[in-house]
């Protein structure tokens, strides 16, 4: 039996130093995650709890209220009002309990991504011709059919 828990120890030793290295990457990872501009809320939260997963397997613990206070820090400047209301009257949120608020102020807001319309000519204007003003009357010159007025 002594074998195998000298074995299993050799392992750790080995493998202990790569833990090490993912956890310190997956808790930068976490703390440089911002909220992009005209990014849903929901896609944010899923980036950041990905990142809290992948943190919590290598090992690395971060209590919840920090992970709440990161996320919300992080949000992108349309939520500012949302960010004050946080610091002012501490509540306490679980991870899909600030979610659903948060999507809540982004509907209300209606900071959702809109699909884009871009419209594209591939004719050019054609010059409908010069008016000419003689006296009080109007003379067209360069348009076809055109009746000029004595």
Wanted: with cysteine; aromatic share 4%; net charge positive.
């Amino acid at each position: 039996m002594g074998n195998v828990a000298d074995v299993m120890l050799h392992l750790h030793e080995m493998f202990g130093m790569n833990t090490t290295s993912a956890k310190v990457k997956a808790i930068n990872a976490f703390k440089d995650i911002k909220q992009k501009r005209r990014e849903p809320v929901r896609d944010y939260m899923l980036k950041v709890i990905s990142c809290l997963n992948e943190a919590k397997l290598n090992g690395a613990e971060v209590d919840a209220e920090t992970q709440i206070s990161m996320m919300v820090h992080n949000l992108n400047s349309s939520f500012s009002q949302f960010k004050l209301d946080y610091e002012l009257h501490t509540r306490d949120y679980t991870l899909s309990g600030l979610m659903n608020d948060l999507q809540n102020v982004e509907e209300v807001l209606d900071l959702k991504k809109k699909p884009e319309a871009h419209a594209i000519s591939t004719s050019k204007a054609k010059p409908k011709g010069k008016k000419k003003i003689v006296g009080n009357k109007k003379i067209s010159k360069g348009l076809v059919g055109a009746k000029k007025s004595p």
